[in-house]
Structures are given as structure tokens and as C-alpha cells.
């Protein structure tokens, strides 16, 4: 057990629609960060909150949009789903933002866009 | 997006057995770490490495990060069946949170009985 939440744990969507994932960081921990993981691909990251702002971002879309409230958990809102959008979602939390912090990661949203 | 480059890409062994895996990059990390991930699950983390040249252990499992700090490996010493799984590393820039962490594409460890 990571103390990282995620919910949904599976949800299908039709292509076209958005879709809202949260997580629930572990205690202590003010940073969360959302990754993609594909099919037979190892985590791709997307972005990280710290302090209920976001401090860094990968290569996604302006359609993949996040959120950190005062108590540190965080969602993650797709807009104008796709098919390659199709992936488990994983939250990861840990304390602070700089290098060098053990990142814990929760068990994930499976995310099926068909 | 970026990935490094972990090697080898399955490994089939038999119990009892050692395994030994790698990780290179072309870029410098500050902090390495190795997950594994059982199906349908998340990430857990194994070992994390925070210095060049720092060797760490956590019971049957030792890893290294390398001098360079474009390369770490993992060792898992007499495999039992429940080391199964996919095995990633993940390399964390100097930037930090800015930048994420970077992950190779893992090692599906198969332990034939």
C-alpha cells in the first residue's frame, strides 16, 4: 500500500466526451504528478501540482488539464476524448518538488475511450 | 516522449536464478528509480538511488547508480516466482518536478518452473 488513492479504477467514455480522474496523495505528500501508461509502454508523464499549481508539463495537449485543492489532491480532466487516449492513468505523490524525492504511485484508472 | 533504454526487453528463467537488467540514457539524472509493476496495477517503487556511483540493496535485489549518471542497473539475487512482473526504471533530471520522470519501457521477468 503506496497511501495513493485513484478513482475511478475503470471507466469507458465514447470518443468525443471528457473525463475526470482523481487522486488522494499520500499523507504528508504536497506534490502530485499524472502519468499515461499504453499498453506495453512503460509511464509517460503529463504534469505535476505542487501547492495547487502546476509547476511542470510534459508533451500532452491543452485538452489534458489538472486541478490540486488545499488538502493536495488533484484531478486530471481530459477534454474531446480519443481513442488514443485509451490508457491507465497513474497519480503519483510526493514532498516537495525538487529532485531526489521518493515517488509513490497509486494502482491506477483505467481509462478505455472507444 | 523520451524513454530510455532498458535492456533486456523479457528475460525467462529459471528459479533459483539470478537476473540482471540495465538502463541507459543520453541525458545526465540526478536520481534513479526502480518499479515493478504486477498487471493491473501500479508502480511500486523497489530501490531509489540518489548519488553517482551509490549501491543500494533491498533484500534480495541490489541496484547501482552509474558513474556517468546516464546509466543504473538492478540485480535480483535466487529469483523466487513472485519476482514475476514487469520491471522499470525511471530517471529523474536535475530539474526535478519540472521535468517528471522519464521511464524505459520495462523487463517482463518470466520465471519458468
Known amino acids: 500500500e503506496t497511501g495513493v488513492t485513484q478513482s475511478p479504477t475503470h471507466l469507458i467514455k465514447t470518443r468525443g466526451q471528457q473525463v475526470t480522474l482523481r487522486c488522494s496523495s499520500q499523507s504528508g505528500h504536497n506534490t502530485v504528478s499524472w502519468y499515461q501508461q499504453a499498453l506495453g509502454q512503460g509511464p509517460q508523464f503529463i504534469f505535476q501540482y505542487y501547492r495547487e499549481e502546476e509547476n511542470g508539463r510534459g508533451n500532452f495537449p491543452p485538452r489534458f488539464s489538472g486541478l490540486q485543492f488545499p488538502n493536495y489532491s488533484s484531478e486530471l480532466n481530459v477534454n474531446a476524448l480519443e481513442l488514443d487516449d485509451s490508457a491507465l492513468y497513474l497519480c503519483?505523490?510526493?514532498?516537495?518538488?525538487?529532485?531526489?524525492?521518493?515517488?509513490?504511485f497509486g494502482e491506477g484508472s483505467w481509462l478505455t475511450v472507444v | 516522449g523520451q524513454q530510455l533504454n532498458q535492456s533486456p526487453q523479457s528475460m525467462f528463467i529459471q528459479e533459483g536464478e539470478d537476473v540482471s537488467m540495465n538502463c541507459t540514457s543520453s541525458s545526465i539524472f540526478n536520481t534513479w528509480l526502480w518499479y515493478k509493476q504486477d498487471p493491473g496495477e501500479g508502480p511500486v517503487l523497489l530501490i531509489a538511488?540518489?548519488?553517482?556511483?551509490e549501491l543500494t540493496s533491498n533484500g534480495r535485489l541490489t541496484a547501482q547508480f552509474g558513474i556517468t549518471r546516464k546509466d543504473s542497473f538492478l540485480n535480483i539475487s535466487a529469483s523466487i516466482p513472485s519476482d514475476v512482473g514487469i520491471y522499470f526504471c525511471a530517471g529523474q533530471p536535475l530539474g526535478g518536478g519540472a521535468d517528471g520522470l522519464t521511464f524505459g519501457k520495462g523487463t517482463h521477468l518470466i520465471i519458468q518452473p
Open positions: 503519483a505523490s510526493s514532498f516537495g518538488r525538487v529532485s531526489g524525492n521518493t515517488i509513490y
Open positions: 538511488l540518489y548519488k553517482a556511483g
